[in-house]
């Protein structure tokens, strides 16, 4: 089978892409998940200042998924170019890589851009305007078709790569906001990110995250961005969408793509099984073989005609 897919004119090897936050800075998994294999890599998001997150605990289970409360703890940009980028090349020589800007401000985010789109290693860019724990930033943007159109605007005047952008499903409108971003020129829109959520220690009488809130992850997140997935590629069919949320088994990668995605994020199900990615693929190619689709573009959308 022909696994290779277009997310616009960016080409990837397969529709699977590690998703960032839970692909670290894309050397943590060594073999286990090795980056060359899956279509990209996006790495932990990168603020302008060194981040230290939010107070601890940071992450708990819940039915069906965890809770995250990372905060967008990273090292700052300057370490990222000077350090982390040069190890990931020098371990993963052929992955494809995309970086994940996460600016509290219009202007953070353009100092991100612009210092980014020059390094070869980043071959796309992932707009974080929607992450739910932390106190502003993402969620200002995300939520806001104004303020999301007139960042995607500013951000592709200078951007020399492709640009994706991750919409949240807490905002009323995500289809809105999806529009506005298609119209300022994004490359692609990734639907979607987690949503906020809590958990209780019934022992202490206390939320378990320090932080109080997260953002839920995982298979407990399916439905709600398959739905919002299928929502944009019926509006937008032109639109390239890129699938995130749940996806722990081929069936739902392929729901994904089915629902109009070109490629589909992976991120909470390699922490429970660092070989997912192995195991969705060879889904992926049994399916296709069973159902006589020869290349994604067969059964891409073909639920919403």
Not at 118 to 127: G, P, Q
Not at 187 to 216: E, H, Q, S, W
Not at 247 to 258: M, N, P, R, S, T
Request: glycine fraction near 10%.
């Amino acid at each position: 089978m022909n696994l290779s897919t277009k997310v616009g004119s960016f080409e990837l090897a397969n529709p699977f892409v590690a998703a960032s936050g839970t692909y670290g800075y894309g050397t943590e998994y060594g073999d286990l998940s090795s980056a060359k294999e899956w279509g990209a890599v996006i790495l932990k998001s990168v603020s302008k200042n060194p981040r230290p997150g939010n107070v601890p605990p940071r992450c708990c289970e819940v039915d069906s998924g965890m809770i995250n409360s990372i905060g967008l703890a990273n090292v700052g940009l300057e370490k990222y170019i000077a350090e982390k980028l040069p190890v990931f090349v020098s371990a993963n020589p052929d992955a494809v890589c995309i970086a994940s800007l996460a600016g509290e401000t219009l202007d953070e985010f353009l100092y991100l851009a612009e210092k980014l789109s020059c390094i070869k290693t980043i071959k796309a860019f992932e707009l974080n305007i929607s992450c739910p724990n932390v106190a502003k930033g993402g969620m200002h943007f995300g939520a806001d078709c104004n303020a999301s159109r007139q960042l995607v605007t500013e951000i592709k005047k200078i951007s020399s790569v492709p640009v994706w952008v991750k919409v949240t499903p807490s905002t009323t409108d995500p289809l809105g906001v999806a529009s506005v971003c298609a119209e300022a020129g994004a490359d692609a829109v990734v639907a979607t990110n987690t949503i906020p959520a809590m958990k209780i220690d019934i022992n202490r009488c206390r939320p378990v995250l320090g932080n109080t809130f997260g953002g839920l992850s995982g298979p407990a997140m399916f439905p709600a961005s398959l739905r919002i997935a299928y929502m944009i590629h019926r509006a937008l069919p032109e639109l390239p969408l890129v699938g995130c949320g749940g996806v722990d088994c081929g069936e739902k990668a392929v729901q994904y793509i089915l629902a109009g995605c070109s490629a589909v994020e992976i991120g909470t199900a390699t922490f429970r099984r660092p070989d997912t990615l192995a195991e969705v693929k060879q889904f992926l190619e049994d399916y296709m073989d069973r159902m006589g689709f020869k290349t994604i573009g067969d059964f891409r959308g073909l639920a919403t005609r």
